[in-house]
Every structure is written in C-alpha cells, then in structure tokens.
C-alpha cells in the first residue's frame, strides 16, 4: 500500500489512461503498468522510476461540444479520480479522502470520501454525495453504484433531471441501470426550490414508488396523489406521465369546458402511439345537454405520403332528437407508376361529410374543417415533367342549407382536367427571350338545375398567349398577346333554344415601368428612395356573352394585384371587352445594406377608352370612364412597429368606397397589441382588436418573461384575447377574453369564446327558441414538464390572437447545461 498527495491514476481491466487534474499531463499508460505517485514537490521518489510524461496535443476550441458520451459496448472507458488524500493498492481498491472525485464518461461522482473496488467497479460514496449522470443530478449522504451497468442505490437522496427540469427526493433511489431508476416514497415536480422560509411547491406528486425510465422518457407513479397549492387535484393508483415531448400509449389529461349549446363538456381522451410514423387518438367526450360524442383520429406519416382522417359519431343527439356524424380524410402523396414515361403522380384527397344540415352551428368551433355550409370533397392527381404539367380532379360539394337563409350550392366538377405547357426566355425563330403558354380546361359543371336556374354543361377552355420581356436596370417593357376560345355543350337549351355555343377572344396588353432611385436619409437614418411609375394597356374586342350560363366567374376585387390583370372577371365564363389603361405610382424606402423595406406608398388608377359592355348575368356592366382611385401604404420604420392602410376613393362623389388600416406593435417576446378597421360603404363598418400582454407591465414590473428557462418569482399574468366589433349592428361579432398565468412551473389559462356563427338553433318540438349565439369557457392548468388538465384553450388562441405566442414554449436541454 502507498499513499500520495493530491491526484492519482487508476488502471484497471476498464480503465488504461492516467491524466492528473493538477499537472494537465498524462502520467502512465499502457496495460499492465504499475501505480505511480509523485512526492508533492514534483520530484520522483528516489526509490521508483520517473513516468513517462507525454507532451500533450495542442487544444482547439470549438462551438459544439459532443451531447452523446463516449463509451458503448465494447469500448473501455478511462476513470479519472482526485482528491485531497488518496490510498490503495494497485488494481486493487483506492480510496479518496477529502474533496473526493472520480469520473468516468458521461458520469461523475463526488463526495467526502470515495472507496472504488477495483476489480469489481464497484464505487463506495459517503458525505455530501453528488452524482452527475448525463446531466441529471443526485445528492445525498450514501451511495453504492457499480460504474459499468450503473446498478446500485442511493439512500435519501434528491434528484433533478435534464430533460425537463423535474426534481424530488426519495427515501431511497435503486439505479438499474443509468437509463432506468425506481425512487421510494418519493415526490417529483418541477418547481424549482426558492431560498425562503416556509417554501412548498405549486405542484407536487408523491408517490410510494417512481419509476424513472429516460429511456422511454416516462415516468410511472404508483400510489401518487397531485397537489397543487396544498390541494389534492388527481390520485389513482398508478399513472404514468412525459418526462419529455416524447409520444406514448395512455389516457391523455381529461378536458372539460362549458357551453351554451352543449353545457359541461368532458372529454377523456386515449392515445394509442401504434408506430413512428402511425398513431390515433380515441376522444369520448361527455355533454351534459346531448349526450355523448364519440371521436377518433388517425394519422400516418411515410416517406412518399401522409395523411389524417378524423371522423366522430353522437347516438341519439338530444338537441335535435336524431343521430350525428361527421368524418374528415386528408391525404396527399407522390407515387412511382413504374412507367419510364409517368413518374412521380401526386395523388391529393380532401372528403368532408356530416349527416346533417345543422351540424355546423350545432358543433364547437375548434371542428372548423366541418363548421361551414361548404364541405368540399375533392380528390385530385397531378403530374409534371419538364415545361409540361397536367391534373385530373373530381370536386363534389355538400351544402347545408338553412331554411331562413337558402345558398345557391356551387358547381360540382365531375371531372376538370387540365394541361398546361409553359416555355420561358425560349428562343422562337429569330426571335429570342420568348415566353409562351398554352392551357387547357376539360370541365363537366354539375348542379341543381332547379336551384341554379341554367343547364349543367361540359366546358373545354383553352388559352394561348405569348410575351416578349425587355427588362433593364431602370425600367421593363412587357408587350403580350393572348387568345382565349372556349365551347359548351349543355344538358338543356338556353333562352336562345342552343344547346351549344363558343367564344373566341383575343387580347394585346402592354405592361411597362421604370425605377427611379436616390440616397436619401429620414429621421437621421440612411435610405434609398425608389420612384415606380407604371403603365398597363390592355385591347380585348367585345363579344357577345349576354346568353352564356356563368359556371365559376366572378368579379375580380378592387385592388393593386388585379388592376394590373388583362381580365376583370375571375374564371373563364366571362372575358371582359377592354380598351383600358391602368396607371400607378410606388416610392419605397429602402434599408441600403439589407434591402428591408421600411416604408412603401402606391396610389393606382384604370381609364377607360370605350364602355365595358360585359357582364355577370344580372349585373350592369360598369361604364365610368376612371375608375376609383387606390391608395396603399405600410410602414415598418421600427421592427416593433408595422402599420398600413388601403383606401379605395371616389373622386366624382368625394367618398371613401372601402378602406382598410391596420396597426401591429409588439417590443418584444409576448408582447403584442394589433388593431384593424375595415369599411365597406352601405355593406359593413368592423373594428378588430387583438392583444397578448403582461399585465405586470402596467404597474411598471417589465422583468424578464419566464418563458425558456423559467427561474424563481411570482410569475407573470398576461390578458390575451380578440374583439371583433361591427358598428352599425352596435355589438361585438366574435369576442375572445382570457388571462394566463405563467410561473415557474405551471401555466393557468381562462378563455370566454363568444361566436355569432354558432349556436343558431331552429324550432323543433322539443325546442322552441332560438340561442342566438354561442359562449364557451375553457380553462386549463398546466403543469410545466408534467401534464395539463381542463379544457384546450390553445387551439382558440392561437387561431384568433395575430401573433400569439405560447407561454409554455422550451428548448432542448444541453447535457452540459448542469456540467460541473
């Protein structure tokens, strides 16, 4: 036996490298070699030979460290121990007293005094014990651990782990290995300890067991009981909860809510995570005034396609005395055919259906993909190679109809098939930079003829046309020639006795700008100013169209996009006769080293040379000579501020038709307040407002959000929520209030939805009012790196607050965040 000062190096069957703390050298290597010690001076003793002292390699640093430990089968890990005393025999047994340490891979053990059995890698560990595996913590006064399988046991220890932060204390920690652990009479939160008198946590489970499984990441109590401030909330006699975002198979935390429509909702959701890329979830969901809704949901994801289907069933639905359904297929993918000619065919599924027409006021909102009156069953498939692309679809529509507001249902089109060839900067004769296209559109329009008042039809539309760019630093000239000819063949006679008819129209357009530019500087800051004028001239001669049926055509919207479009109409049933010029005017101002557009002002007008004689069947064709002028403007001075505004003005009468402003200022991380007012003369007049801030800021707390990496303190309390206000009706459309509280470890949520759209319910014999609209409250806990009960307020934040960001948002932890 020897005994030596300060450091030493241990060789062993698992160990066959020495490195000293002190000296930074390696001090022996090889198999077999005999223990060394240094006197403290550095000196060797007189009576044994020097060691071989090896020059070590130059260090780099570098900006990623290595998240997996070293080691795995078959590889030999170094052990590495100092301490203020050391003894031992060699590749016997050591023992460190005094600031002891040892170290092994990803693991690192200190204490008062370490004994290691060498030939059994067993570790003894005594006094202020602290264990590092991996990241995750243990501290107590005993410990027996073997290094290699990292089986043993820790006598009243605490814990915390990395992944998500959860701490706790056993009366005993059995490790099986250093993925898996079983703690006694054991508690898990994580609330992080605060250094006052009387300090409990938000939340607490104690349990007569934990088992620990980071592995898997998930933990198993048995015998637990959920506290939350003092106040039992949840025991069973084992349940199983995330240590991580991981997926896994189990009850999900119960939801529950209240409605107007259908009172108290509960619902107790499973999870069944079936593979990598499957899984589905089983939703029952208890309402007080209906009955029981039962909804499932399966997902699956490959590597060419994916797809989800959600369907939902309720026996015998009290509200309406009948049973409900509904069911919602998304799929889309890319397929091999095989064929050397016809690779990669997307294939697109949409299919919607609900058995009645009342389904989509009497459901909540969060099923907004079937709580509309237009359900859209479409399956498509697409195929492209080089400048030549082609689709084939089949759209079919359900419409719910309400007696007291009757839609005429769209065109179903059962098929459309389209081909489309497109040649850029192609060279045609002599002529080069050409850019042509060719499109065409075989479509069988279906419908309710006693609802839409015309025949069905089978339309083929083709369009042609052909440009020639110039384009230079300071300006563009686009001249374009086009040819649009389209024929019918319908299922009845027009007005006119035909059962078919064709167009054919052709149209010249000329598009032409220039860019002006200057340095310039505003507010004592740099900019490059650009002047945009533009010129868009469009020919299209008049045909007659007054006796055609109109299938998918609309008038275009009254904006910057298609002012400068060669059509008016939007589809293919109507080609508006032109002879018009659209004129604009843009000045930007532009950040000169990045481009960012801090400030953006347009202003447009269309003149017109001869009548618009076109029109939608029932409308007048619009005859002013100018038409309304258009302004727009945004600003984006600061990154916390954005404004902008779109104003639609009658010169002739000195009115506004339509405008539009809106204003978003958000400093910093959930901290957003956002406003719009929309007008449309004699149509509508809204105020919309949208907020997420913390109400500590008002009294002047603007600490530091808890956000990722939540420390100590009271926590902050954040008012969110949207109104949405119609000023001639005097009355709030849609309305979103809540409040959420976000402390160290838990997160509370309270959200009152109102909505107009639902609730609706028409006379029945077994109900005769109305609910002219419908309120839900939903409200929530959640307990950070654990669970979350109550009802799903989230989804409704997220899809009604611009810009709302969720509290409870974290990263993935480093191993070497609690490295020491």
Known sequence: MHRASRSHFIHSPVAHAVFSLVSCTVLGLGHGSAAHAQSPSGVPEPDRQAPLVLNPGELKSSPMLAEEPPGGPGVELPTFVTGDRLSGRPEQETVIDGNAELRRGGSSIRANRIEYDQPADIVKSTGNVRVNSNGNLFNGPNLEIKLDTFEGFFLQPDYRFLQNNG?????????????????????????????????????????????????????????????????????????????????????????????????????????????????????????????????????????????????????????????????????????????????????????????????????????????????????????AKGDFSTAARLLKYQTLQDV????????????????NYTRINAPVYNLSGLDYSVSTDYTRFESDRRLTGQPNANRVFALAQISRPTISPGGYITPKLMLHTTTYQFDGPLVNGARSASRTVPT???????????????????????????????????????????????????????????????????????????????????????????????????????????????????????SDLLFGASVNLTPAWSLDGTVQYNPKTDISERATFGGRYSPSNYRVVSAAFRRTRNVSQQVDIGWQWPINDLWGDKGKDLGVGRGQGPGRLYTVGRLNYSVPDKKFVDMVLGLEYESCCWIGRVVLERSSQLGRVEPVPSQQSRVANSTRLLFQLEFIGFSRIGSNPLKTLKANVPRYQYLGESTTPSRFTNYD
């Open 508 to 626: 010249f357009s000329l598009d032409s700008g220039l860019t002006f530019e200057r340095e310039t500087s505003y507010f004592g800051s740099p900019y490059l100013q650009t002047l945009e004028p533009r010129a868009f001239y469009v020919r299209t001669p008049y045909r007659d169209q007054s006796t055609l049926p109109n299938y998918d055509s609309g008038l275009n919207a009254f904006n910057f996009a298609t002012l400068f479009t060669e059509n008016e109409f939007g589809g293919a049933d109507r080609i508006s006769n032109s002879n018009v010029l659209t004129t604009g005017l843009t000045s930007r101002l532009l950040d000169p080293d990045t481009g960012a557009e801090a400030l953006r002002f347009g202003v447009a007008q269309r003149f017109r040379f001869s009548e618009q004689r076109v029109a939608l069947p029932g409308g007048k064709p619009v005859n002013e000579r100018a």
């Open 167 to 383: 701490n706790g204390s056993a009366d005993r920690v059995n490790f099986i290995d250093d993925k898996r652990l079983i703690a006694y009479n054991a508690t898990f939160t994580t609330c992080q300890r605060e250094d006052t008198p009387g300090w409990r946590p938000a939340w607490i489970v104690t349990a007569s067991s934990i088992k620990f499984d980071k592995e898997a990441e998930v933990g198993e109590a048995s015998g637990g009981v959920l506290r939350f401030m003092g106040v039992p909330i949840l025991a069973a006699p084992t349940f199983s909860f995330p240590l991580s975002d991981k997926r896994k198979s189990g009850l999900l935390p119960p939801t529950y809510g209240i409605d107007t429509v259908s009172g108290v909702l509960l619902s107790t959701p499973y999870y069944f995570d079936i593979a990598p890329n499957r899984d589905a979830t089983f939703s029952p969901t208890f309402m007080a005034k209906r009955g029981v809704d039962l909804a499932g949901e399966f997902r699956y994801l490959e590597s060419n396609y994916q797809g989800q289907l959600r369907a939902s069933l309720m026996p015998n639905d009290r509200l309406r005395n009948k049973n409900r359904w509904s069911y919602n297929y998304l799929h889309n993918g890319i397929y091999d055919t095989g064929l050397s000619s016809v690779k990669g065919v997307g294939l697109n599924l949409n299919l919607n259906r609900v058995g009645d027409n009342n389904y989509w006021r009497d459901f909540p909102v969060g099923n907004s993909y079937l709580t509309q009156r237009l359900l859209t069953n479409e399956a498509s498939a697409t195929w």
């Open 404 to 419: 007291s507001s009757p839609i005429v249902p769209p065109y179903n089109r059962l098929p459309q098939i389209t081909a």
